[in-house]
């Protein structure tokens, strides 16, 4: 999702507040002055807490962690940047921005105060993600493993001397942090493989394909949706007749999200007796590790689809 272009002051004054230094208040994950063993704590950010979440776990408490965009109330499209996100950026060792149009003021906070020594993994550029693509990048398990790969290398060329510490932080993140996260996907995909369903906008799209579902939703409306644009006539009459005819089974809504014609398509869904299963774009509620949240809303799936096929 592109979010809206910000006001040119505003834009002006979280570039300046880049020069300062300092550390950001949105959300961090607290360490002391030194981590295990005495090693360094690297101050890292990350545009949202999708991210920054996967990045405290990776660094553990070798590092700071601070994500720009947190608040489960936030609207992603409409983000605007504060001075202090701009002092956070500055001052951040290692910093994950998405990209792929999705956050392009953390592209411009970066530009505006370079520095040669800063590790900056980009999504888009890390997933092979080309710009006009699907932002939603922690959506997908298979970019998650990418991104996180992306962020121990970085981390191990920040602070070379806990390279094995980092690399047992990227081991126990598969095996142990992820495990029920991954357990559920394969979970859903053995039993509900196939099944048609619909979504409010692209967030969901890596997601079902990893799922093996149906997402029969017309691509253009999603896209649409996500980008802040009127969807055609058409895609709506084509989704008014799947929902009116049940031609899926459950409806995936992103809640972060709503226009009217999507809050038109969920309650169409109910009064259908269509399962509606919510997501969100930030991590929810507000606090949440990445793998507690994904695999919460993961578990409502499978619930909702179980509901709805009998299985």
């Given at each position: 999702?592109s979010?809206?272009?910000?006001?040119a002051?505003?834009v002006g004054a979280v570039l300046?507040a880049?020069?300062?230094a300092?550390?950001?208040t949105?959300?961090s994950?607290s360490s002391?002055?030194?981590?295990?063993a005495?090693?360094?704590?690297i101050p890292v950010a990350?545009?949202?807490?999708?991210?920054g979440?996967i990045l405290?776990?990776l660094?553990?408490?070798h590092?700071k962690?601070?994500s720009?965009?947190?608040?489960p109330?936030t609207?992603p499209h409409?983000y605007?940047?504060?001075?202090a996100?701009?002092r956070?950026?500055?001052?951040?060792?290692?910093?994950?921005?998405?990209?792929?149009g999705?956050?392009?003021?953390a592209a411009?906070s970066l530009?505006?105060?370079p520095?040669?020594?800063?590790q900056?993994?980009?999504?888009?550029?890390?997933?092979g993600t080309p710009d006009?693509g699907?932002?939603?990048q922690?959506?997908s398990p298979?970019?998650?493993d990418?991104?996180?790969?992306?962020?121990?290398a970085?981390l191990?060329?920040?602070?070379p001397?806990?390279?094995s510490?980092?690399?047992?932080?990227?081991a126990?993140?598969?095996?142990?942090?992820?495990?029920d996260?991954?357990?559920?996907?394969n979970?859903i995909?053995?039993?509900?493989?196939?099944?048609p369903?619909?979504?409010s906008e692209?967030?969901?799209?890596?997601?079902?394909?990893?799922?093996?579902?149906n997402?029969v939703t017309?691509?253009?409306?999603?896209?649409?949706i996500s980008e802040?644009?009127d969807p055609s006539a058409?895609?709506?009459?084509t989704?008014?007749a799947?929902?009116?005819d049940?031609?899926?089974?459950?409806y995936v809504?992103n809640?972060?999200n709503s226009?009217?014609?999507?809050?038109?398509?969920?309650?169409?869904?109910k009064?259908a007796?269509?399962p509606?299963?919510?997501?969100?774009e930030?991590l929810?509620?507000k606090?949440?590790?990445?793998q507690?949240?994904q695999?919460?809303?993961?578990?409502?799936?499978e619930a909702?689809?179980?509901?709805?096929?009998g299985?």
């Amino acid at each position: 999702m592109s979010p809206r272009f910000l006001p040119a002051a505003l834009v002006g004054a979280v570039l300046a507040a880049t020069a300062l230094a300092g550390c950001g208040t949105s959300s961090s994950t607290s360490s002391s002055s030194t981590g295990s063993a005495g090693a360094q704590v690297i101050p890292v950010a990350a545009s949202t807490d999708a991210w920054g979440s996967i990045l405290s776990s990776l660094g553990g408490s070798h590092v700071k962690a601070t994500s720009i965009i947190s608040n489960p109330d936030t609207d992603p499209h409409a983000y605007e940047p504060t001075p202090a996100d701009g002092r956070t950026i500055a001052g951040a060792k290692l910093f994950v921005e998405n990209g792929i149009g999705y956050d392009s003021w953390a592209a411009k906070s970066l530009s505006a105060n370079p520095n040669p020594d800063r590790q900056v993994v980009e999504v888009g550029s890390v997933t092979g993600t080309p710009d006009d693509g699907n932002p939603h990048q922690w959506y997908s398990p298979a970019s998650v493993d990418k991104v996180a790969d992306a962020i121990t290398a970085a981390l191990k060329k920040l602070d070379p001397s806990s390279a094995s510490y980092f690399d047992a932080q990227r081991a126990d993140f598969d095996s142990k942090t992820l495990a029920d996260y991954h357990a559920t996907i394969n979970e859903i995909k053995a039993k509900y493989a196939g099944t048609p369903v619909g979504a409010s906008e692209s967030i969901f799209a890596p997601m079902a394909t990893a799922l093996g579902l149906n997402l029969v939703t017309p691509p253009s409306f999603l896209k649409a949706i996500s980008e802040g644009t009127d969807p055609s006539a058409a895609d709506l009459a084509t989704i008014n007749a799947q929902i009116k005819d049940k031609q899926i089974k459950v409806y995936v809504f992103n809640s972060q999200n709503s226009t009217p014609d999507v809050s038109a398509q969920v309650d169409a869904a109910k009064a259908a007796g269509i399962p509606v299963s919510a997501v969100t774009e930030t991590l929810s509620p507000k606090g949440a590790s990445f793998q507690d949240w994904q695999t919460t809303q993961l578990k409502s799936l499978e619930a909702a689809l179980g509901q709805a096929t009998g299985k």
